[in-house]
């Protein structure tokens, strides 16, 4: 069966848990979750590994206990649960019932968490106890009635859920997951995807063959991305899931010990971000280089300069990809067959289940070569299966974002004349970091509260490690000495660490005298994102990188 048929095809289990029970099923000794040692150390658990009949076995008996307590159909719980065997177990209890899961970063703070909690309308979130009063303060300030439980307690110990759950049984249509991603005109918004969205990315992964074919009941892949982004959470996990592989999680990349887990966890496959390759190259070439079992690596972004001499170096082909949350499997190109035209940002050509259009600003197709925005659908009756449902609560974008009748990606692309499409550069005003998408608005919002901001405009600047660095552009109140300008951006950057994630706090402050404009006085993106090229190392430009730490 070829990758055009599956997209028409009625799908063979009717939710995620159904698809991982019949796995567990069939693969019932093979291994399916591996916590290496040092990732357990970091999670203070043991190292460990679980089997697919144990798996469902613990599966089962949450799921009884979430039954018992009232959960179901029609609730919603985030779980914020990082990387650990505590995230899959109790994603798949819950969806087992028909609850949603709603993945929460350890790195969200106060504004974020209040907003995902009042927007997503939560009945339950799961997390260590430690974040238990952060977020019983979000839901009390959302005014929602959250039910909190800690997946280290006794799962006799869940508490009653606050409202009915619904009585029907979920299918491929009930929501699976809400996963929040950065929008360019505001709060994050939050894409609604069905079971069949992460069936689809499971099947898609499984048939897709070439370079990445993977083995029923052999492989093991190693993901060092986060499970509260879709790579992980519908391509890492459905695509082992499906295939009965294991799945090794670490808590995130570690360069100095990458390899060593690689090899301890056996790995046959790798996902990676684009900033990975360009630190392992870093280290001192040893004898052990190619001292490994993995067969290829599944990712985006390596830097075009960097792509070939890794692949020499480790022996390893990284099959760079394209896809985002809203598109899924129902819109994914990976260059998994030669020529991969290396070195040249091609991530392949799109197979036959998909269908592009490459537009000008006008709308209309460029010419074969020229870049302009992707569109895509899925081919045939179905144009949007696999792809998100919608934005929750906001109809206006998600009609907005499938205008025409195409779902309007914001990246800028090239195709050639042989269908190999190549990576140009976003269009959107979002900021890419270490793989997080970054809103420059909401950085914007935050920082305006600050008072020595008369305005304030957030742009990426290039990182040679992490790809895109945040860049807040400042225009002060009033004119500011060289040291009053190092204190209001230490306060600037101190002020964003407490209400978002450590990662979306400028890295650089550049205090301007004014902002580039449009006649109608709104924030020339384009002019901004050239300024932010050239301002580090710039006099009024102050380097804020060292404040970016994680906060406990």
């Not at 399916?32 to 590994?49: K, N, S």
Request: net charge negative; hydrophobic share 45%.
């Amino acid at each position: 069966m070829n990758h055009a048929q599956h997209h028409s095809d009625p799908l063979p289990f009717p939710s995620v848990y159904a698809a991982f029970a019949a796995s567990a099923t069939r693969y019932t000794d093979h291994d399916f979750l591996v916590v290496l040692p040092e990732t357990a150390q970091i999670y203070g658990i043991d190292a460990q590994t679980l089997r697919y009949g144990e798996a469902l076995a613990r599966v089962d008996a949450l799921a009884a206990h979430y039954r018992a307590a009232g959960f179901g159909l029609g609730h919603r719980a985030g779980l914020m649960l990082e990387n650990r065997p505590a995230f899959f177990l109790h994603w798949l209890a819950l969806n087992a019932l028909g609850v949603s899961v709603v993945p929460l970063s350890t790195e969200l703070r106060a504004a974020e968490l209040e907003y995902i909690t009042g927007h997503s309308e939560l009945d339950l979130a799961v997390a260590p106890s430690a974040r238990h009063a952060d977020l019983r303060a979000a839901a009390l300030a959302a005014q929602r009635s959250v039910t909190l439980h800690d997946a280290d307690a006794d799962a006799n110990a869940i508490p009653r859920a606050a409202t009915e759950a619904r009585a029907h049984a979920p299918d491929v249509n009930t929501e699976c997951a809400l996963l929040y991603t950065s929008g360019t005109t505001g709060r994050p918004k939050a894409c609604v995807l069905p079971n069949e969205y992460f069936l689809l990315a499971g099947l898609w992964y499984n048939r897709i063959g070439g370079l990445c074919a993977l083995r029923p009941g052999v492989e093991r892949l190693v993901t060092p991305l986060p499970m509260t982004h879709m790579n992980a959470m519908a391509y890492s996990t459905m695509a082992m899931i499906l295939a009965g592989g294991a799945i090794v999680a670490l808590d995130r990349f570690h360069p100095r010990s990458w390899w060593a887990s690689v090899r301890d966890a056996r790995a046959t496959v790798i996902h990676y971000l684009g900033v990975m390759p360009a630190m392992l190259l870093g280290a001192l070439e040893t004898a052990h280089d190619r001292d490994h079992a993995v067969r290829f690596g599944f990712g985006a972004g390596v830097d075009k300069t960097l792509h070939a001499p890794f692949e020499t170096r480790f022996g390893i082909p990284l099959l760079e990809a394209w896809a985002m949350t809203e598109t899924g499997a129902g819109a994914v190109v990976i260059a998994n067959r030669e020529p991969r035209n290396i070195g040249m940002s091609c991530f392949g050509k799109p197979e036959a289940a998909l269908e592009v259009r490459i537009v000008g600003d006008d709308g209309q197709p460029v010419a074969v070569g020229e870049p302009g925005e992707l569109l895509v659908r899925a081919s045939g009756e179905a144009p949007r299966r696999g792809f998100f449902r919608e934005y929750l609560k906001d109809p206006e974008a998600t009609a907005a974002a499938w205008e025409g009748g195409w779902f309007h990606t914001g990246d800028i692309v090239r195709q050639d004349a042989d269908g190999q499409m190549y990576f140009v550069d976003r269009k959107k005003n979002v900021i890419r970091r270490s793989g997080e998408n970054i809103s420059a608005v909401e950085v914007e919002s935050v920082l305006r509260k600050h008072p020595c901001v008369a305005d304030v405009a957030v742009a990426a600047t290039p990182d040679a490690v992490r790809g895109d660095e945040v860049l807040a552009c400042v225009v002060a109140r009033e004119p500011l000495r060289e040291a009053e300008r190092a204190a209001c951006a230490a306060e600037l950057v101190q002020l964003c660490l407490v209400q978002l994630a450590y990662f979306k706090a400028p890295g650089y402050v550049a205090f301007v005298d004014a902002l580039p404009l449009t006649g109608t006085q709104k924030v020339q993106r384009a002019a901004l994102k050239d300024l932010a090229r050239t301002l580090p190392g710039t006099p009024g430009c102050i380097d804020t990188r060292t404040m970016k730490k994680r906060q406990d």
